[in-house]
């Protein structure tokens, strides 16, 4: 297992729910978040977490339907995904890092990713 082990990935139909884990093994990081990547697109933002949970960062497209927090007794960062859409379907990735910021170039560790499909 590596560092960051995602969990909670699966098939869900539209408008549905799912919420995502991911835990950090042996420490506890300053930022951590959730990036994206469909069949044939780049990888893209989702959102990140500081490490009190008192700043949150959301991409425009996810906001108001997905909500991230963190338990950092159990070092895991959880996003709960509601109204699921059709493009919502990705791979998802958790990534950790010491800057809180929409970029990926700044975090330095990433997870496996849990695919997410959204079904009509």
């Known amino acids: 297992q590596g560092l960051l082990v995602e969990s909670g990935g699966g098939l869900v139909q539209a408008g549905g729910s799912l919420r995502l884990s991911c835990a950090a093994s042996?420490?506890?990081?300053?930022?951590m978040g959730w990036f994206r990547q469909a069949p044939g697109k780049e990888r893209e933002f989702v959102s990140a977490?500081?490490?009190?949970?008192?700043?949150?960062y959301y991409a425009d497209s996810v906001k108001g339907r997905f909500t991230i927090s963190r338990d950092n007794a159990k070092n895991t960062v959880y996003v709960q995904m509601n109204s699921l859409k059709l493009e919502d379907t990705a791979v998802y990735y958790c990534?950790?890092?010491?800057?809180?910021?929409?970029?990926?170039?700044?975090?330095?560790?990433w997870g496996q990713g849990t695919q997410v499909t959204v079904s009509s």
């Open positions: 977490i500081s490490r009190s949970g008192g700043m949150a």
């Open positions: 990534a950790a890092g010491a800057v809180l910021s929409r970029g990926e170039s700044l975090y330095d560790y």
């Open positions: 042996g420490r506890t990081f300053i930022a």
